[in-house]
């Protein structure tokens, strides 16, 4: 079952964005949960994961400070708050799962969906 972004949208420098991401059909607090994005030229690039019950997360120092994953088991979502978004965040946002660990490289996640577009004008 592939996993379901959405929240994206168009915004300004500075603004703030909420993505989500659902597991129809699955029960997403069984998995570790990444947070990855792929702007147009380039490959696609770990953002932020997350422990299965929330306990332990991970960024990548680009979005440190300013992005934070978190998640809520009884709406089996996990969600990507952003926060004072800059320009160079704009890119494709995907979700993806695995069964242990933060892992930073996409190839060790699975269950990817369509991603949601994330644009932020200067």
């Known amino acids: 079952v592939q996993l379901q972004a959405s929240g994206g949208g168009l915004v300004q420098a500075g603004d703030s964005l909420r993505l989500s991401c659902a597991a129809p059909?699955?029960?997403?607090?069984?998995?570790?949960v990444g947070w990855f994005r792929q702007a147009p030229g380039n490959q696609r690039e770990f953002v932020a994961a997350?422990?299965?019950?929330?306990?332990?997360?991970k960024y990548a120092d680009s979005v440190k400070g300013r992005f934070t994953i978190s998640r809520d088991d009884d709406k089996n979502t996990v969600y990507l708050q952003m926060n004072s978004l800059k320009p160079e965040d704009t890119a494709v946002y995907y979700c993806?799962?695995?069964?242990?660990?933060?892992?930073?490289?996409?190839?060790?996640?699975?269950?990817w969906g369509q991603g949601t577009q994330v644009t932020v004008s200067s």
């Open positions: 993806a799962s695995r069964g242990y660990g933060l892992a930073i490289a996409p190839s060790l996640y699975g269950a």
């Open positions: 059909g699955r029960t997403l607090s069984e998995y570790f």
């Open positions: 997350i422990s299965r019950y929330g306990g332990d997360t």
